[in-house]
């Protein structure tokens, strides 16, 4: 019986810190960096034939290099349309085209913007690395309510702590290799 209830307790522990390393996997992946991605063109909406329309469904976007997007329109007519849209978000992308495609060349990033990056990426961390701490916490009060209460002895309470340290470690652990990771991405000249 202790025993069940108190493994329940770290796979819960181990499901809500791996969701929230998740998270902030997904938080880093907003932050640009100096290359291109299609996926920096996801908010834009082109004004085609009266609708807002998402470029995404307009064109094809690739990447062919590390500083470069490539739309390609599936209907060449709405090439300047599209190359408006592209001006007039808040990118600060300069559209050329051959009458065919459009190519937007990322510009390198300044050694002020790349420190803004990794203070907004640290930040980022530290919101993860927060919420991983708070599961322990919750789950230690679960810990200590079934010790009170009798349902589990200070032997196995001693224990699950250690394993939820050790967890919660783990998780912490994988967040600052991730920060490192996009830090180094950023500050990559």
């Given at each position: 019986?202790?025993?069940?209830?108190?493994?329940?307790?770290?796979?819960?522990?181990?499901?809500?810190?791996t969701?929230?390393?998740?998270?902030?996997?997904?938080?880093?992946?907003?932050?640009?960096?100096?290359?291109?991605?299609?996926?920096?063109?996801d908010r834009?909406?082109?004004?085609?034939?009266?609708?807002?329309?998402?470029?995404?469904?307009?064109?094809?976007?690739?990447?062919?290099?590390?500083?470069?997007?490539?739309?390609?329109?599936?209907?060449?007519?709405?090439?300047?349309?599209?190359?408006?849209?592209?001006?007039?978000?808040?990118?600060?992308?300069?559209?050329?085209?051959?009458?065919?495609?459009?190519?937007?060349?990322?510009?390198?990033?300044?050694?002020?913007?790349?420190?803004?990056?990794?203070?907004?990426?640290?930040?980022?961390a530290?919101?993860?690395?927060?919420?991983?701490?708070?599961?322990?916490r919750?789950?230690?009060?679960?810990?200590?309510?079934?010790k009170?209460?009798?349902d589990?002895?200070?032997?196995?309470?001693?224990?699950?702590?250690d394993?939820?340290?050790?967890?919660?470690?783990?998780?912490?652990?994988?967040?600052?290799?991730?920060?490192?990771?996009?830090?180094?991405?950023?500050?990559?000249?």
């Open positions: 019986m202790t025993s069940e209830l108190i493994d329940e307790l770290l796979v819960d522990a181990g499901e809500r810190m969701k929230s390393v998740e998270a902030t996997k997904g938080e880093f992946g907003t932050v640009r960096t100096g290359r291109a991605s299609p996926a920096l063109l834009v909406n082109v004004d085609y034939y009266g609708a807002q329309t998402p470029l995404k469904q307009l064109a094809q976007i690739s990447a062919p290099e590390a500083r470069m997007l490539v739309v390609t329109p599936y209907d060449k007519t709405s090439i300047k349309a599209i190359e408006k849209a592209i001006m007039e978000s808040d990118l600060g992308l300069t559209p050329g085209n051959d009458g065919n495609i459009i190519r937007l060349t990322i510009p390198e990033l300044t050694e002020e913007r790349r420190k803004d990056l990794v203070r907004v990426l640290r930040g980022i530290e919101d993860g690395r927060v919420a991983v701490r708070n599961v322990r919750d789950i230690m009060h679960d810990l200590r309510e079934l009170k209460e009798g589990v002895g200070g032997d196995d309470e001693h224990r699950a702590e394993s939820l340290q050790k967890l919660t470690d783990e998780r912490v652990h994988e967040i600052d290799n991730l920060l490192k990771g996009k830090e180094q991405e950023i500050l990559e000249v």
